[in-house]
């Protein structure tokens, strides 16, 4: 079978070449940590995961500093591998550990745990857009008028979207249109990981729904996940983003034991929740959620004056929230 690899560099601002690749399944996918420093004037990154690609070893790594995540080609040698307490000892400074050790603070919530808001220093809020398991083709809407509102201002536009196994499975032309306008540099996206299956019961408490049933496979729901996001050519963020947003205090600190920062909401537009300066809003773009959609529109058409002088911006969720913790 012919496999196609396409194989781009990419600078990334932590000045290291990330290899992103399409077509391939990662083999012997795993959670491994250790400490990446090239060359004596770099600083230290931390490798999150291991993979083989048409037999060649990589690395999944982040910058600790930037919460940048990378794909690339694994040295020669050897490296050291870490528990992640060795992490949180060698990495203890940095905003990486220093944000998901804030987090776990407020992990005992059923939903919606986690960091949920962050402080700007300019006017504007950090867009999350979900896409869940759905038979409904993406919500294009909101990504062509995010694009034509902030054109100015804000270009490329920045955006996170958690993205579960089953949608990508489901949607190859959805998802090639979303990596068009990515190559095309209208838009910047972080893909936060949001399960594979995203089960979720009508009839089960919260307690015993989406990753709480008890016969979810939290590893596989993770790197499932993450092997579909590079087999697809997406580098994986070190975030997620719980189902439901329903978590509790035992799985979300199992979770940070993958080297993920959780990720909740405080403007859950669909459930009436409100928009502030700062807050992480959620909207749903797999064509489940028309009400929240219609809720956004009409929130940056409320904001279009000031979005057109660039006064109210969607910012960047990695440096939002590495600018608060610094
Ligand atoms: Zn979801």
Same mark, same amino acid.
């Given at each position: 079978m012919l496999i196609k690899i396409f194989i781009s560099l990419l600078l990334v601002s932590v000045c290291l070449c990330s290899v992103s690749f399409k077509n391939s399944w990662p083999e012997e996918y795993q959670v491994y940590f250790a400490v990446y420093k090239p060359d004596w004037k770099s600083e230290k990154k931390l490798i999150l995961r291991k993979f083989l690609l048409e037999g060649k070893g990589y690395f999944l790594i982040? #910058?600790?500093?930037? =919460?940048n995540t990378g794909i690339i080609l694994a040295p020669e040698g050897s490296t050291q591998k870490l528990s992640w307490e060795s992490v949180n000892r060698e990495f203890k400074d940095s905003p990486y550990i220093r944000l998901i050790n804030r987090s776990i603070k407020n992990s005992s919530n059923l939903q919606d745990a986690g960091i949920t808001h962050v402080m700007p220093d300019q006017k504007g809020i950090d867009l999350t857009i979900d896409l869940c398991p759905s038979h409904l083709p993406l919500d294009k809407r909101i990504f062509t008028s995010i694009i034509s509102e902030f054109e100015k201002f804000d270009h490329p536009v920045p955006l996170a979207i958690s993205v579960s196994g089953l949608w990508m499975e489901k949607h190859h032309e959805d998802l090639e249109w979303l990596k068009r306008l990515v190559r095309e540099k209208k838009m910047t996206v972080e893909?936060?990981? $949001?399960?594979? $299956?995203h089960r979720v019961s009508l009839r089960e408490p919260l307690k015993e729904n989406f990753l709480l049933e008890k016969s979810t496979n939290i590893s596989e729901e993770i790197l499932d996940t993450e092997r579909e996001m590079i087999e697809e050519g997406l580098v994986p963020s070190c975030m997620f983003r719980f189902p439901g947003l329903v978590s509790d205090k035992s799985l979300y600190e199992k979770v940070t034991t993958f080297g993920l920062l959780p990720i909740g909401t #405080? &403007?859950? =537009? &669909?459930?009436?929740q409100k928009a502030y300066d700062g807050s992480i809003v959620l909207i749903h773009g797999n064509g489940n959620e028309p009400v929240g959609v219609k809720d956004f529109l009409n929130l940056i058409k409320n904001e279009g004056p000031k979005v057109k002088e660039g006064d109210w911006l969607l910012f960047d969720l990695r440096q939002s929230l590495t600018n608060e913790i610094r």
């Open positions: 982040v #910058d600790p500093n930037t =919460l893909w936060i990981n $949001h399960s594979f $299956h #405080d &403007a859950w =537009l &669909a459930k009436g």
